[in-house]
């Protein structure tokens, strides 16, 4: 019988213990003695590990550290951008902001409420006075013709042709106004606006059984075109000529204004 004699390993075999050592020799090494963070992107050959070569999931969130990977660690530079998230609810509306004193907007303003604009900040009126005519005929209805003006924003008035008219610078309704004192006389006294020369647009009157002297006034509103005029006519029968008293800021005083738009 042979005595037994151990077999020796080929050399292939030994080259293939001498690696597997070393290897494992040197992965201990790194793991004891390598500094955190000393192994980057620069250490590692670029590519040297393909996506085939990893083990599908291998690698998970939950078993990367927390700041491990930045994003110059990328080739980019730049991580890749995720799904656009659901919109927030809505915040709160903000405080209105400061408004000018006194400031009126447009919405605020009722379309035909402003109708002067043409007339810079003056609103028309007039009202005008005088000795004029101071002795009435009888039975006549005559026209005050006046030629003083107390005040006249608009041009409404001329103290020396057609000075018994107020005549309207632009559309609107107006407000107009007569008063006279009269002498003492007995008869009938009549006190009249009339438009245009048409028709009285308003009149008073009084009838009086003995001589006496009295004051009239009439006031209405009218709805003029801009050209329109209006007169103050008085009229008696107290069978003879009778004076209309010229009285300071009385007698006799005629005047109109602008109030609103037409409608």
């Not at 390598?34 to 078993?63: D, F, I, M, W, Y």
């Not at 308003?202 to 009218?222: G, P």
């Not at 050209?227 to 107290?238: M, P």
Request: charged share 15%.
């Amino acid at each position: 019988m042979k005595p037994f004699r151990p077999r020796l390993p080929s050399p292939a075999m030994l080259v293939a213990c001498v690696a597997l050592v070393v290897t494992l020799g040197g992965v201990s090494y790194a793991a004891g003695v390598l500094p955190e963070h000393s192994v980057g992107t620069a250490q590692l050959q670029k590519k040297a590990v393909t996506r085939a070569k990893l083990k599908r999931n291998a690698v998970t969130g939950v078993k990367v550290r927390d700041g491990s990977l930045r994003a110059a660690d990328f080739g980019s530079g730049q991580l890749p951008q995720g799904p656009k998230g659901d919109a927030g609810p809505q915040g709160p509306k903000g405080d209105p902001g400061a408004t000018a004193r006194n400031s009126v907007g447009a919405d605020q303003v009722k379309d035909g409420s402003l109708g002067t604009a043409e007339l810079a900040s003056s609103i028309p009126a007039v009202h005008v006075t005088g000795p004029g005519n101071g002795s009435i005929p009888n039975s006549t209805h005559t026209a005050l013709t006046l030629d003083t003006e107390r005040y006249d924003t608009a041009a409404m008035h001329s103290p020396s042709a057609n000075r018994s008219r107020l005549t309207a610078p632009v559309d609107g309704v107006y407000l107009v106004a007569a008063q006279v004192q009269w002498a003492a006389g007995s008869g009938y006294r009549e006190l009249t606006l009339r438009k245009n020369e048409g028709n009285p647009i308003a009149i008073t009157s009084d009838a009086l059984t003995s001589a006496q002297a009295v004051a009239q006034d009439v006031t209405t509103q009218v709805r003029l075109q801009a050209g329109d005029f209006v007169e103050a006519l008085v009229y008696q029968t107290s069978n003879a000529p009778l004076n209309v008293l010229k009285l300071d800021d009385y007698s006799p005083e005629f005047t109109m204004t602008w109030l609103a738009p037409g409608p």
